[in-house]
């Protein structure tokens, strides 16, 4: 195969080419000048930051002719041959496919033979977090005294997954993950020397996909390059990168600057109209509010800036947002993300989330003039309270300060029913208008199937009615957490109420409660009713159970008994 990918082709050949790792560079050259080499090294950190690239140049340098040097000179016979793979003392292990005791072992019987072209023999165990226990176990006494003539260079992605044991026995180097600049100017060089034509702001993407690995940039710009014409372009970057371009990421946030949200699903539909993923697009308006933050917070840290490139729309917008609004932004957005990962449908939630941040409230921080009238109004009514109060009339929190109270509430002990409306309901209850209610109840439901309101119809599944009078009925919920998310959900209750409205000609309140509260509401409701003499409390719309019904489930089970009138 003639053409070899470009991260082959310009893989480092010394500590100099090794970007954006001179914490680890620096201190294996003055080890090699004085010369204090170790037996064992470990080299960990993420993909593509130059691990493997590193021990195959030290493997060169302490075995170069002209040794000790602190750079191999790449010309000798030692250096050519450990390049091309020719001499057999530098031998590259995989422990993902060579992870067993038996290949331990064989290291382990080979490692007393002395080199036999170079003076060092050196082995470089890629991934070697993948060797099983009893592979570790094979290696501990070998790694820690081995013969003078071999050195080890263990190399990982996930170093927890390594003993300490054999931690301990290695000096450990933390490769870092390379920043956007070091790669692009990396990616600069390859370029001019390879006579490839390329838009800088292209370079830029390509080196913020990457993520820190400078493998994954040379991967990606060798596709770009491919995908491209002449020039690889800022299109063709985001082609290949699946990235969404900083024009729609401007035109989706000034949407929802001007609460246009419209415009925002146009926006977000074109951008998915183009294959984007939906999961990519999240992540880079969350790093797109990121990096506003940060611009608003610090605007000469542009390094810092993982996504956007400083330009007049970006700045215009970062002045018009407030960082309260930010926050709320990456936290709805981020909320959207995690609900994203466990659904087969993530497009809708991600319309659901640009839908509510062009609709939510302008935040902003309130100056002391915009708080002023606020202020003057409350002195105004404190001293109208307070000549109030001189005249003698007596004025009780609750008149100076009503609050509205909601039908339904949750307290802290779970979902309380409102037992005076419902006992007003059930003075009131006849068994015509709870027959008329469930003569309509499953059309109702079909209905909301049919208007796809599926979860709405999915409350009243295990809920039935048990009361009502002309204006009110009452739904029992066989679970209190049914009947707390009906009660609470304003939509909900006014899909119900319109249905039946529909289907009866009649405008109902709804009640709910869970079946344990309505059996001692309605338990407690017959005993009062009985004291005071009243008989007519069994036909309230709750009829008692028949004797030979209930002696009918007693024998066969309620799940086969059906009533008929």
Known sequence: MSYQALYRVWRPQTFLDVVGQEHVTKTLQNALLQEKISHAYLFTGPRGTGKTSAAKILAKAVNCERAPINEPCNECDACKGITDGSIPDVIEIDAASNNGVEEIRDIRDKVKYAPSAVKYKVYIVDEVHMLSMGAFNALLKTLEEPPQHVIFILATTEPHKIPLTIISRCQRFDFKRITATSIVNRM?????????????QALQIIARAAEGGMRDALSLLDQAISFSDEIVTVDDALAVTGAVSQGFLNQLATAIVNHDAANGLEILGELLFQGKDPTR???????YYRDMLLYKAAPNL?????????????????????????YHLI????????EMRWTNHPRIFLEVAIVKLCQQEQIKGQSAEDVQPLITRIDQLEKELSQIKAQGVKVSEESVAPQAKKPQRVSKKGYQAPVGRINEVLKQATKQDLMMVKSHWGEMLERLVHNQMRSQAALLNEAEPVAASDQVFIIKFKYEIHCQMAMENHKFIETLTQSLFDLSGKRFQVLGLPDEQWQSIRQSFLQYQKANGDDTAEDMGNEEEDPVVSEAMKLFGEDLIEIKD
């Open 331 to 338: 936290e709805q957005l981020n909320k959207t993300q995690q």
């Open 188 to 200: 600069q060089m390859i370029i001019d020397e390879s006579g490839v034509n390329c838009d800088s």
């Open 281 to 287: 697009f999240v992540e880079d308006f969350i790093l």
């Open 302 to 326: 542009e390094e810092s800036m993982e996504r956007v490139l400083l330009e007049e729309t970006f700045i215009e917008l970062a002045e018009k947002v407030s960082q309260e609004q930010i």
